[in-house]
């Protein structure tokens, strides 16, 4: 069984497996990502864009930088994702930027069969 792994935004994912052709794998958005093959690990080439988890959920979207900084100075743990610089148009270079209640929510906000790495497993 293959392993799989995800971390989110400034971070790549990782997998472990044999495979050292170039791969792509695919979230639930449709969005398509390119991996690179680095030793025994498969590394995700570019930053999480969804805005949905698995299981077809919204995570919410948090349009400025006074609702982002409420949810942190209120203790909520609603999940909640971000464009970097509040401006749609970095999307397509950066990704979205992610919560820890997003990441961390258990309906997965990684692509299928892919999760967020434990510490053992970097």
Request: proline letters at 4%; aromatic letters at 12%; glycine letters at 6%.
């Amino acid at each position: 069984m293959k392993k799989k792994y995800l971390l989110l935004t400034l971070l790549l994912a990782l997998n472990f497996q044999k495979a050292a052709q170039a791969q792509t794998v695919t979230d639930i958005d449709g969005n398509v990502y390119n991996t690179v093959t680095i030793g025994p690990q498969v590394w995700m080439q570019e930053n999480l864009k969804t805005s949905r988890y698995q299981d077809g959920s919204a995570i919410g979207e948090v349009e400025d930088s006074i609702s982002w900084a409420n949810i942190y100075n209120t203790n909520s743990t609603t999940p909640a994702w971000c464009y970097y610089g509040s401006d749609a148009a970095n999307n397509a270079t950066y990704g979205k930027l992610y919560n820890w209640y997003a990441a961390n929510d258990p309906r997965n906000v990684c692509p299928a069969g892919w999760h967020l790495p434990t510490g053992s497993d970097i």
